[in-house]
């Protein structure tokens, strides 16, 4: 993170390189990297199952994990993405918020994207990943994102989709105080 661009962090709980949410998340992130935040994203997948259960290793996969703590801890926006199964958030994505200390989000403004198979998944954004991040002391945008495979034409977000990946942007950024944003710079 460079001293002049604040921290925008992906988190992303799907155990598919691929997901939607994945790419909800970096839209996001583009859109934020726009309005003068360094974005990156810590791919939950990619560290070690046994280190994100608290099962420590003593070795790389300790120092991964430690290297994505601290790069939440050093962020201002994190943009929170996951699949719904079940009806709420990954077990992946719990795993790395298990591990950190309470408030460990005092102060950080979150975006959250939850991509699932119909609407009637719609409120695992409510009344799962909101309660998950002011548990942290974490301060959610209003808008969250949640999509279906209706929201993507050819993969990519539709217009209506692009429009709350807009909006969710623009509220974290203001919420972050950073970058001199306003809500109402939307466009």
Do not use: C, W
Not at 159 to 171: F, K, S, T, Y
């Amino acid at each position: 993170m460079t001293a002049d661009r604040p921290l925008a962090l992906g988190i992303s709980g799907s155990p598919s390189p691929d997901s939607s949410s994945r790419r909800v998340a970096s839209a996001v992130l583009q859109r934020l990297d726009g309005r003068g935040f360094e974005t990156r994203t810590v791919d939950l997948a990619e560290l070690p199952a046994d280190v994100l259960l608290a099962r420590p290793d003593g070795g790389e996969g300790d120092a991964a994990v430690r290297a994505a703590l601290e790069a939440v801890e050093r962020a201002s926006v994190l943009v929170v993405s996951t699949p719904i199964y079940r009806a709420t958030y990954t077990a992946l994505l719990k795993t790395i918020f298990d591990l950190m200390p309470q408030d460990a989000l005092s102060g950080k403004v979150a975006v959250l994207i939850a991509t699932g198979y119909g609407a009637g998944h719609l409120l695992a954004i409510d009344h799962g990943l909101r309660p998950l991040i002011a548990s942290l002391g974490g301060l959610s945008a209003a808008t969250g994102i949640y999509a279906t495979a209706d929201h993507f034409d050819d993969g990519n977000p539709n217009p209506a989709l692009d429009g709350r990946i807009v909006q969710a942007a623009v509220e974290a950024a203001a919420l972050s105080g950073a970058a001199g944003l306003s809500v109402a710079e939307a466009g």
